[in-house]
């Protein structure tokens, strides 16, 4: 499966971003979706997950409250609303997926990565 992400650009603190990861490929299996993020000099860290039907979600202390993730699977799309932006979320984000049917919380378990969407978050 081939994974795009999309959707990042400037914005300043307190303000919205919606990510999109649009999958091609082998979408017919089950997958569960994930998002990442990884700042400059930093290690990539996990962001949120949810399952392939999309009753089970899982997010990052950070974001919780502030993101929400959630997919249109008629359309092979995730997404990632962010609000309240904080300049700590500046990141390059990426979408991730693995075969299976309850959220993943670490990138070792994921298979499939997108290139990334630069997030910027100004004060």
């Known amino acids: 499966v081939q994974l795009q992400a999309s959707g990042g650009g400037l914005v300043q603190a307190g303000g919205s971003l919606r990510l999109s990861c649009a999958a091609s490929?082998?979408?017919?299996?089950?997958?569960?979706m994930g998002w990442f993020r990884q700042a400059p000099g930093k290690e990539r860290e996990f962001v949120a997950s949810?399952?392939?039907?999309?009753?089970?979600?899982g997010y990052a202390d950070s974001v919780k409250g502030r993101f929400t993730i959630s997919r249109d699977n008629a359309k092979n799309t995730v997404y990632l609303q962010m609000n309240s932006l904080k300049p700590e979320d500046t990141a390059v984000y990426y979408c991730?997926?693995?075969?299976?049917?309850?959220?993943?919380?670490?990138?070792?378990?994921?298979?499939?990565w997108g290139q990334g969407t630069l997030v910027t978050v100004c004060r």
């Open positions: 490929g082998r979408t017919g299996s089950s997958y569960v």
């Open positions: 991730a997926a693995t075969l299976g049917g309850w959220v993943r919380q670490t990138a070792v378990e994921y298979d499939y």
């Open positions: 949810i399952s392939w039907s999309g009753g089970s979600t």
